[in-house]
Nanobody, 115 residues
């Protein structure tokens, strides 16, 4: 079945970095545009970065700080997050774009940014 397994989150201070990974299975990863999404409690999930055959796309608030990449051979999606800000704290998920694939989400990975 379709699976998304996110990892790499943690607790950091403002200005520090994290690298998220998402290992996928159960679908043809290489044929899909992929994206990272994040969600705060009580808020809608928002897309923060996407990658397709035309290149990457970022929400304005993370441009210049986040870098999305993919390894199609390993069916894995990455998100390098540099210069983290307090407002980046959320649970991060990966999925196809547009999401969700077969109404499936992973467990997400928690990113906490605090001083």
């Amino acid at each position: 079945q379709v699976q998304f397994v996110e990892s790499g989150g943690g607790s950091v201070q403002p200005g520090e970095s994290l690298r998220l990974s998402c290992v996928t299975s159960g679908f043809n990863f290489g044929r899909h545009a992929m994206a990272w999404y994040r969600q705060l409690p009580g808020k809608e999930r928002e897309m923060v970065a996407a990658i397709s055959n035309v290149g990457p796309d970022y929400v304005d608030s993370v441009k210049g700080r986040f870098t999305i990449s993919r390894d199609d051979a390993k069916k894995t999606l990455f998100l390098q997050m540099d210069n983290l800000k307090i407002e980046d704290a959320a649970v991060y998920y990966c999925n196809v774009r547009p999401a969700p694939l077969l109404n499936t989400w992973g467990q997400g990975t928690q990113v906490t940014v605090s001083s």
